[in-house]
């Protein structure tokens, strides 16, 4: 493979790899990422590969695998080019038909198209209503492109923006660009990348770096991952033009050892770029020399916070430490360092290639362009999705999300993860962006949307985050280390229904006193999630405290189940599959929760079958005795 | 206890040219051979990194992802990550306790299963999801994990 020494040679590759791809020719796409692999996607590109092969038929079509689409409720995803026809949850046993059929006979599967609500099949993916309310412009092309095949990413105009940078601007230029964008920082805070860059840059010292953040630990949150996975270089080739304005010639990815496909993905881009002189010294032929590193993360949640992250790449224990100087100025070996979020690098080579004026046409006020979320929890349409920033609530979740599953009612959502808080069915007309869920209690965050129903517990999610958190607080200070356990404290006493009357005001203390003095942003942060559910759901939490009642029927030591006598058809299916033998009963004798050797699995209310709905949840309610002796099923 | 042939960790640590700087990386990568980090392996790595060994406890300490204890030759990870959790991941987890009799964090005293909890395994669209030797699982049954318990080796 030949260096590229100059502009030019970027541009006659292009030129090649364009002359050498046949628009018409057939192609399939199999989308690869995490999602569709674990169902099983890797088999299904396999079998059309040796499907193909037997056919004889590998020269004819090709078959490429992809990143991921985002549509993960429905895959494994293959779309068939050129005609776009979009195939969902595709089994290895379907493919040597759609080979003969759609790839040779030219005829469309119905069974394996998406069907909208009037009953008719959708044959293209943007067509589909979870596509069709999006803007795909960061995560677009993550469908066409092989992840591991830079020609991909560059014949789609890859690293045009980067020549553009180091041929026709200065430093000072770019910055300029992307502040008159007004990029926020995609990672959580928010924070103008170009204000941080220029800080940066104007920061004292010769040797600088940039810093893609991919410890995506939010949990519920994966479009970092995703586009990592799907289009390494788009990140890469925003973090050389940060580089550029910045004045580093080293960079690192700091990316979690739990996202293998990422950091493999990530790897084979960087060799690639080194092959071509993408990386190393006198980038195409000028004088700017930049280079890689990628840095695994050995788990730990506080490690995503600048500071700790910084720490961490210098090999010891990534803690935090106080920011009264900022890691733009001292950061990693107390070097100018600056930090972006995966998705926020992403955006820059758009930036650059479109203009500021563009990216400020797209989105709302104090919020610019568009943002990725993962839709995930009681939503028909699990996925990730991107949409313009100001979209509402409701939109989002419906028109896309396609809605609460099993005709559920909507409850709240949660936004922001671990730092974030839940948003009520009020809300639901909120225009999503940076400020606006920020003034409701919430904030942004990297993007995780939670959607939950009347089933879901809101004082067990907030005892659930806070969980999470004691377990991941570094423990350096003690507002943060102590404030999360005796909140913790607090919360597990309300699950368990010995809640004092005091309780919430305990919390509002605690919370208000760890927004104040916890070191960072997860201490700071972390009441959040119990603050916004006693915001929006106190009564919930007065059921629990006052009333021993879990509303939602989730907390265990609130609920007990029961078998109603009524309708009981004593068919001995919960008694056989009850695991510790807690049901009494027999052949047509009514059967009988036996409370005191009750685990609460739930197992009896999942295998009793619908027709007799015989098992339910009480909570907050006496437990009717049972008949002595039993009684017989009439 | 036999001796642990210790010539991968030498191997690992000549790729990092013993930087002491990559005591990260390094232990990342002996984590994934050996599945474990005992005594032997991390006083060879601290000798050859010239650092005190408080020092590679304090990261094996502080980061998940580093056992100090032997581990199942079948790992089971439950995800717990929020879309999980809303979904019903308790259940599921107190379903595979049930089935292999280990509590998260334990390993059954014959190597074969260790119990693991995570917080999200980004495929939420299956949630709850466990992976069991890398293989994710959709919302696994009684009769299902009972399966896989007869069927490991």
């Known amino acids: ?634 | 206890m036999e001796q642990q042939d210790l010539s991968k960790v030498d191997e690992i640590i000549d790729k990092y040219e013993s930087n002491s700087e990559s005591l990260i990386q390094i232990l990342l990568d002996v984590q994934n051979e050996y599945r474990w980090l005992s005594r032997p392996i991390l006083s060879q790595v601290c000798e050859r990194l010239d650092i005190p060994m408080t020092h590679a406890y304090h990261i094996a300490t502080f980061y998940k992802h580093f056992s100090l204890l032997p581990q199942g030759r079948h790992p089971i990870s439950v995800c717990l990550g929020t879309a999980c959790h809303v979904r019903g991941a308790t259940r599921l987890l107190d379903r595979v306790v049930q089935a292999i009799g280990i509590e998260p964090g334990q390993t059954t005293p014959d190597e074969k299963f260790t119990l693991n909890t995570v917080n999200c395994l980004g495929c939420c669209a299956l949630g709850p999801a466990l992976v069991v030797d890398g293989e994710y699982r959709s919302n696994l049954n009684a009769k299902e994990l009972a399966d896989i318990v007869a069927s490991a080796d």
Not at chain 1, 236 to 242: K, P, Q, S, T, V
Not at chain 1, 478 to 507: A, F, H, K
Not at chain 1, 585 to 590: A, D, F, R, T, Y
């Open chain 1, 1 to 634: 493979m030949p260096k590229l020494k100059s502009l030019l040679d970027l541009e006659e590759l292009r030129k090649g790899i364009i002359a050498s791809k046949d628009p018409s020719k057939q192609c399939i796409t199999i989308c690869s990422g995490t999602g569709c692999h674990a169902y099983a996607s890797e088999k299904v590109a396999d079998t059309f590969a040796s499907e193909l092969e037997q056919q004889g038929l590998s020269e004819k079509i090709d078959l490429r695998r992809t990143g991921c689409h985002g549509f993960c409720e429905r895959g494994p995803i293959v779309v068939i080019f050129p005609d776009e026809i979009c195939y969902l949850s595709v089994k290895p046993d379907d493919v040597s038909e759609i080979v003969s059929e759609t790839l040779v006979g030219k005829k469309i599967i119905e069974r394996l198209l998406y069907v909208g609500d009037d009953g008719k099949p959708i044959t293209h993916e943007n067509d589909i209503p979870f596509y069709k309310h999006q803007i795909r412009l960061v995560f677009g092309d993550n469908r066409l492109i092989n992840p591991q095949s830079i020609e991909d990413y560059i014949g789609l105009g890859g690293y045009e923006a980067l020549g553009k940078v180091l041929f026709e601007m200065t430093p000072e230029d770019v910055i300029e660009v992307v502040k008159k964008a007004n990029l926020r920082g995609r990672g959580g805070g928010g924070f103008p990348a170009g204000i941080k860059w220029e800080t940066t840059r104007n920061a004292p010292g010769d040797a600088k770096y940039v810093i893609v953040n991919a410890d995506e630990g939010d949990p519920g949150a994966y479009m970092d991952r995703s586009l990592l996975e799907g289009n390494p270089h788009s990140v890469l080739e925003g973090l050389m033009i940060g580089a550029y304005a910045i004045g580093a010639n080293q960079g690192y990815i700091y990316v979690r050892q739990e996202y293998p496909l990422a950091v493999e993905n990530v790897g084979v881009a960087i060799e690639q770029m080194r092959e071509y002189g993408l990386l190393g010294e006198k980038i195409l032929g000028t004088g700017f020399d930049f280079d890689v590193i990628v840095h695994r993360g050995a788990g730990a949640f506080v490690s995503g916070e600048s500071s700790a992250l910084m720490t961490a790449i210098e090999g010891r224990v990534g803690e935090p430490r106080p920011k009264y100087i900022r890691t733009a100025v001292s950061g990693i070996h107390g070097r100018p360092s600056n930090l972006n979020n995966v998705e926020t690098w992403s955006n820059v080579p758009l930036i650059i290639k479109h203009g500021a004026k563009w990216f400020g046409g797209i989105g709302t006020e104090g919020s610019k362009g568009t943002k990725i979320f993962s839709l995930v929890g009681k939503v028909n349409n699990t996925g990730l999705v991107e949409v313009p920033m100001g979209m509402p609530l409701r939109d989002i979740i419906y028109n896309i999300g396609g809605g609460i599953r099993g005709d559920k009612k909507f409850k709240a959502v949660q936004t922001g993860g671990p730092s974030g808080g839940v948003i009520p069915e009020s809300l639901l007309n909120l225009p999503v962006d940076f400020d606006e869920l920020s003034k409701a209690g919430s904030m942004m965050g990297s993007g995780g949307m939670i959607v939950m129903d009347e089933d879901t517990c809101v004082v067990d999610v907030a005892r659930y985050f806070l969980d999470f958190l004691a377990d991941e607080s570094c423990g350096k200070c003690i507002p943060c280390r102590e404030g999360i356990q005796q909140m913790l404290v607090v919360l597990n006493r309300i699950c368990e229904g010995t809640g004092r009357e005091e309780d919430l005001d305990t919390l509002a203390d605690l919370g208000d006193m760890m927004r104040d003095c916890a070191l960072c942003a997860l201490g700071q942060s972390a009441p959040n999630p119990v603050l916004s559910t006693i915001q929006y759901f106190k009564e919930e939490y007065e059921e629990h405290i006052q009333n021993h009642r879990c509303p939602a029927g989730v907390c265990k030591e609130l609920i007990n189940y029961y078998i109603d006598p009524e309708k009981c058809q004593a068919c001995m299916i919960c008694m056989r599959n009850c695991p510790v033998g807690a049901i009494d009963g027999g052949k047509n004798i009514v059967h009988v929760v036996i409370q005191e050797k009750c685990t609460k699995c739930g197992t009896c209310l999942e295998v009793c079958p619908p027709r007799f709905g015989a098992v339910s949840k009480l909570s907050g309610v006496e437990i009717p005795e049972a008949a002595a002796g039993g009684i017989k099923v009439r």
